[in-house]
């Protein structure tokens, strides 16, 4: 059963890691199955075909099927950029997370250990002063307060006499 008319075309094994697709050319997939599609199934299977490939924006030239052999002819390209394209934010996004932990990492062991022993040190005395003043203003002895005086009279020149 086949749907369209197939081209002779030149074979060449195409490695997606190496090759560059041009989109507009036309490229041949076949598929070898261990068991044949049943004869009543061929038809299903040829628009099926015909209409996923026209989904995704690819012009079929023609739909082959045999036994155990579907060959399908098609103009465009057989990779999806649009499923990478959709992936890069993800991918910038975590190299960029990669590259500030570097520079993080970087930063850190560039700078001397004791610099960050006096960074610690100096933290541990800011956020622990308010509690360690307190903790000192209770622990000291209470002040007597200053015994009251008054005055008990005057003397000639009119400066106060003061008395306990």
Not at 28 to 34: A, H, R, S
Request: hydrophobic share 45%.
């Amino acid at each position: 059963m086949a749907f369209g008319t197939p081209l002779n075309l030149q074979k060449v094994q195409l490695d997606p890691a190496k090759d560059q697709p041009i989109p507009g050319c036309y490229y041949e997939i076949q598929v070898v199955t261990d068991r044949g599609v049943p004869e009543n199934q061929k038809e299903t299977l040829i628009n099926q075909i015909v209409t996923g490939f026209q989904q995704r924006g690819l012009t079929v030239q023609s739909v082959e099927v045999n036994d155990n052999r579907t060959t399908i002819q098609f103009r465009g390209s057989p990779f999806e950029w649009i499923e990478i394209l959709s992936f890069l934010p993800l991918i910038f996004t975590l190299l960029g997370l990669a590259v500030l932990l570097l520079a993080i990492f970087s930063l850190i062991t560039s700078i001397p250990t004791w610099v960050w022993g006096a960074l610690v040190t100096g933290a541990v005395l800011i956020f622990l002063e308010p509690w360690m003043s307190g903790a000192i203003r209770h622990a000291a002895p209470a002040k007597k307060p200053p015994p009251q005086r008054r005055i008990v009279g005057y003397e000639p020149s009119g400066a106060p006499i003061w008395g306990t």
